[in-house]
């Protein structure tokens, strides 16, 4: 009798026991392919909801760790912690990075005052925000603030050409044109403004923007901004005269508070060369010198203004959005200590957490289901050895080799685990779609109704304006069950070796065995 034909009418003879064991297989299996699908398909879903984020980082500090770390060095020391300012060199080495597509940084000014030119405010805005009820003021005007006549400008600079802004999406060149490299080298007065606030000046493309560069004394205790800004605290002024090269605009897609004054911030900012602004510093240097040298800096008191500048907006645009968290392990390898990549995967943190919660969940199910079987399977190869070990016995002695002998047990045993395997697979995934999403769909409506406003510290993409937004529904869209090949082979591989290692001591125990042995122990049984 061939070895296929012994294997088929053992199958049959123990109709009930081979069931049995199918049926465990099944359960256990399937258990092992809903964890491994689950698992597979939140890995899928982050890497679609990563691919789908504009590839925008920024560099911040890290304000919670540091202040942290500040708090625990005053008690030890007495002095106050300072935090390493990131330079324009490192900056330039981390936007080498291969991940890293163009990146640009700010040197900024607030020293900017106009008596005749005003800030773009679009109170329809608010109106929208609040249905009319409130009637809002710029609350960064300093003309409806403090009540004065000067309005003050914010200068920012820019190291790329083109503008990284532009090109990240953030704002549109509606008309004019970007910097030359030589406007950059040289600091030129040149600048780009919003087309809403030269309408809101009466300007246009090409012609001459005037602001007044005024140096007032340092801000010592509680002040009075109005005898702050006057003649009297004067102690440098100097006229720019710039030409607006470029006019840009923005549409704002969504209106919240935070995000309206950040677009209209936007709106009233005026992009120059970064070294035109960081020649202004020589003008504080001169202003303080003689009466205020204490609260300039080591650089500023040496002349190195470009060593004195507080860059900020530090922004990089890379080629893909999924390399966002290998670029931020290398930042972290090569900047200073708290500082730390921020990027806008807060846009989906909601289901982020939820498919963490379930990942822990499915991982300890996967580690339960996998030793459970493993344990099942030992016991009842056993059981099913003990029973039969009499028919072993018989084949043992007339003459049957021992290898032949396992070789027939463990085929049995592997044919039934495979079909077992694969009910189980097919279970597995039809359970693994309708409990998993039913469980992240739970917990988003949990957080819904729990969260709390959480306020991000630092230079975030969405202090800059930055924004991607995306519903739930939206989010649930992309997670997705299906099964791949790589998938299936591994779950093969791991349910296999599961049922070949809970063969193995019954095997072994086979091959130790006199054939005139098991017939004795059969007898006395």
């Not at 106009?114 to 609040?130: A, C, I, T």
């Amino acid at each position: 009798m061939s070895l296929c034909e012994r294997i088929f009418i053992s199958v049959m003879r123990h109709k009930l026991k081979s069931c049995l064991f199918i049926s465990l297989v099944m359960l256990m299996s399937g258990l092992i392919a809903t964890s491994m699908i689950v698992r597979s398909a939140i890995s899928s879903t982050d890497k679609a909801l990563r691919s789908r984020l504009p590839a925008v980082a920024t560099l911040r500090l890290d304000v919670e760790s540091f202040t942290q770390a500040q708090d625990d060095w005053f008690q030890q020391t007495g002095e106050w912690l300072y935090p390493e300012a990131i330079s324009s060199e490192m900056i330039r080495e981390l936007g080498s990075l291969p991940y890293v597509q163009m990146f640009d940084f700010s040197a900024t000014s607030d020293s900017f005052y106009s008596l005749s030119l005003k800030r773009f405010f679009d109170q329809h805005l608010f109106d929208e925000l609040f249905d009319g009820d409130h009637q809002i003021t710029d609350e960064h005007s300093y003309r409806q603030l403090w009540g004065v006549n000067l309005e003050r400008f914010t200068l920012r600079g820019v190291e790329n050409p083109r503008v990284l802004d532009i090109d990240s999406g953030l704002i549109d060149l509606v008309a004019g044109r970007t910097f030359t490299e030589e406007e950059m080298l040289h600091g030129e007065h040149v600048v780009l403004v919003s087309q809403p606030f030269l309408q809101a000046n009466e300007l246009n493309l090409g012609d001459v923007l005037t602001l007044d560069h005024r140096i007032f004394g340092p801000m010592i205790g509680d002040v009075n901004m109005v005898e702050y800004l006057s003649d009297e605290n004067l102690y440098l002024e100097e006229v720019f005269e710039f030409e607006i090269i470029g006019i840009f605009d923005r549409d704002i897609d969504e209106v919240d508070d935070f995000y309206v004054w950040s677009h209209i911030g936007i709106l009233n900012t005026v992009y120059v060369p970064n070294n035109l602004v960081i020649a202004t510093f020589e003008n504080l240097r001169k202003a303080w010198y003689e009466d205020h040298r204490e609260f300039l800096s080591d650089a500023l008191l040496s002349g190195n203004v470009e060593e004195a500048a507080d860059y900020s907006n530090i922004v990089f645009l890379l080629y893909d959005p999924l390399y966002l968290p290998i670029f931020s392990e290398a930042v972290q390898s090569k900047s200073p200590d708290f500082w730390i990549v921020a990027d806008l995967s807060n846009a989906y943190a909601n289901i982020a957490h939820a498919m963490l919660m379930i990942n822990d969940v499915f991982q300890l199910l996967f580690t339960i289901a996998t030793g459970a079987m493993l344990i099942f399977l030992t016991l009842i190869v056993s059981l099913f050895l003990r029973d039969r070990r009499q028919e072993i016995g018989i084949y043992l002695a007339l003459g049957e080799r021992k290898s032949k002998a396992v070789a027939q047990f463990l085929i049995e045993v592997t044919m039934l685990c495979l079909i077992g395997i694969t009910l189980g697979l097919l279970i597995g995934y039809k359970v693994s779609e309708v409990v998993s999403t039913a469980m992240i769909r739970t917990e988003l409506i949990r957080q819904e109704q729990t969260q709390h406003t959480t306020i991000m510290l630092g230079a975030t993409p969405e202090s800059m304006g930055f924004r991607h937004r995306m519903t739930h529904e939206e989010m649930l869209s992309l997670y997705d069950t299906s099964i791949d090949i790589s998938t299936v082979a591994l779950f093969y591989v791991i349910a296999i070796s599961t049922v070949l290692v809970a063969s193995i001591l019954p095997m072994i125990f086979i091959t130790k065995m006199h054939p005139k042995d098991t017939l004795i122990i059969t007898k006395g049984s």
